[in-house]
């Protein structure tokens, strides 16, 4: 065992413990944080790794979310079924959304992905459907019930949202010694060198789009169940705005960093609500302090350094 | 067909100030690669500083050309230090760093921007005085035309034909073309790089205040988180158009501004943004560099 890992480990068991010294306020930004962590890993998936600038991710968060909520309060079904629906029509919708634009170069996929965003905050504003609850969103999300037992305290919700950060970052460590996370790491250097070895970044870059919606998704329900209510402001551009800045704060395709980058932009404006009006400017400073001093963010991933599942045999 | 004719006056208005905006966000791109997010807090922030300049220096004497004119100019000349400010403190640092972290270090100075406003000017709406333009109305067969918006018109008008001319016609407009296309060659040839990117700020900065003004007298309320949404049209004009290309900035915004004042007109104000982002989806799955934009392969 690694160093690193050794460390990973070390954190994962303190943040395995912290439900029994918190208190009930900070247990619920303990779990707040974990679900936004997922979706920070989820974008890393499509910004860090897969290289695509993508502004929109808050839409995929709340479709999980959305169909969670709706599913349960309008049709009835359990939490528990909801699950599949939550995780499979975000990553639908990102397959179809994404399929006619995933060509666009850098920038102007960036506001593409900004007006996917918009798009689906007006479709719940208006309610187009009649279903959505318009702007005021949707109230009474049911508890997940589960072998005659109802998963409603914040300790419960803390361990459920623990688990799927674990999920997660099993995903995220077998994406990197698979054939595809070996084409993103190769695409994200250079597009157009991978596509001339007959990787085709088309289809990779959809599927990253593909994980990362699902993943978001997942994290939306949960997100969902914890408040036991959405709207659509908890989805907008500037929460996508957040998730994007979260990856880069911290260093893209760089799982402490990723986390590092969740506390930095999350937790830490929770612990500074005191300063209430100010935050948000010394946050923006503190963004542009970040860039400037750590242009690769907080904890990179060293970049020119040959994976070791590359150098195998080499040595 | 009157309601159409009307929706093409007002549409043509908004347009006109979208184009203004967006060709603060096109230069600065054309130039640095970057999108400038905080072009549009920029805007907000002039409406601001000329409705403070207006009531301070000009409230009791009442409104005469001199007074307007001295709120344009010095409201501009501040947001362009402003502007000038910003590009030396957040971007010169990160001109080498990866384009993404220039990307942040923009959404932070948005964010700046825009709570420094909240904490000067307050967290409500201000309603910018009706009394800058006299309120004359021209009515021809029931299209109604402001004295504000033909002023609106007429000012933009000329100052874009004046930003065509000043760049396709001096010298300096030439260096500007030179850095845009190379900077590194632009540097060979004798041009103060730092230089160009300052006089990029500058007149973008100042077109933007032009806008912000206009926005504050032709809307009359202000708030502190109007950038965002005006930005955001304003850029998405510019892509429209063809980002990097000034004739393409202007076309964009007035033909963003025609758009969304026909969609209010005949569908719903509701869905204004909704068929914004399908027409930037659909111009740019078929044209995917906008429409007046080059067609440039990427360097390899």
Sequence with gaps: ?315 | MDIFLQQLVNGLTIGSLYALVALGYTMVYGVMKLINFAHGDLVALSSFVGLTVYTNMFADGGTSIVAVITVFMFTAAIIAVVGVLLERLAYRPLRTAPRLSAVVSALGAGLVIQNSIMLIWGPNMKIFPSDLFPSTIWDINGVVITFTQVMILGTSSILMIALYLFINRTKMGTAIRAVAIDQDAAKLMGINVNKIVMIIFVIGSALGAVAGLFIGIYYRGITFDMGWTYGLSAFVAAIIGGIGNIPGAMFGGLMLGLFNALISGYISSAWAETFTFMLLIIVLIFRPTGILGEKTAEKV
Excluded: C
């Excluded at chain 1, 359990?78 to 666009?104: D, E, G, K, R, Y």
């Excluded at chain 1, 400017?281 to 970040?290: C, N, P, W």
């Design chain 1, 1 to 315: 065992m690694t160093k690193t890992n050794m460390i990973a480990l070390g954190v994962l068991v303190v943040m395995g413990f912290i439900p029994f010294f918190a208190d009930s306020a900070w247990l619920a930004v303990g779990t707040t944080f974990l679900v936004y962590s997922v979706v920070a890993f989820s974008q890393d998936i499509i910004l860090g790794r897969a290289g695509a600038f993508h502004m929109g991710h808050a839409a995929f968060f709340g479709l999980g979310a959305y169909a969670t909520a709706i599913l349960n309060t309008q049709y009835g079904w359990p939490i528990l079924a909801t699950w599949a629906p939550a995780v499979i029509i975000p990553m639908v919708v990102a397959l179809i959304t994404i399929s006619p634009i995933i060509h666009l170069r850098g920038d102007y996929l960036l506001v593409a992905t900004i007006g996917l965003n918009i798009i689906f905050i007006q479709v719940l504003e208006n309610d187009l459907f009649g279903i959505t609850g318009g702007p005021n969103g949707i109230f009474g999300i049911d508890v997940v019930r589960a072998f005659g037992y109802e998963f409603m305290s914040q300790t419960n919700m803390y361990y459920m949202a623990f688990i799927l950060l674990g999920i997660t970052l099993f995903i995220m460590k077998t994406l990197d010694s698979s054939k595809f996370g070996r084409a993103m790491f190769y695409i994200n250097k250079d597009d157009i060198a991978a596509q001339s070895m007959g990787i085709n970044v088309r289809y990779y870059k959809l599927y990253a789009f593909a994980i990362g919606a699902g993943l978001a998704g997942a994290a939306g329900s949960m997100f969902a169940v914890q408040y036991s209510a959405v709207s659509p402001e908890a989805f907008n551009v500037l929460q996508s705005i957040m998730f994007f800045t979260i990856v880069l704060v911290g260093g893209s395709a760089s799982l402490p960093g990723v986390l590092l980058g969740t506390i930095v932009m999350f937790v830490l404006p929770e612990v500074f609500r005191e300063f209430a009006e100010a935050r948000y400017l010394v946050f923006g400073l503190a963004m542009i302090l970040t860039m400037i001093l750590r242009p690769r963010g907080i904890w990179p991933v060293k970049f020119g350094d040959i994976p070791s599942f590359l150098k195998k045999g080499t040595k």
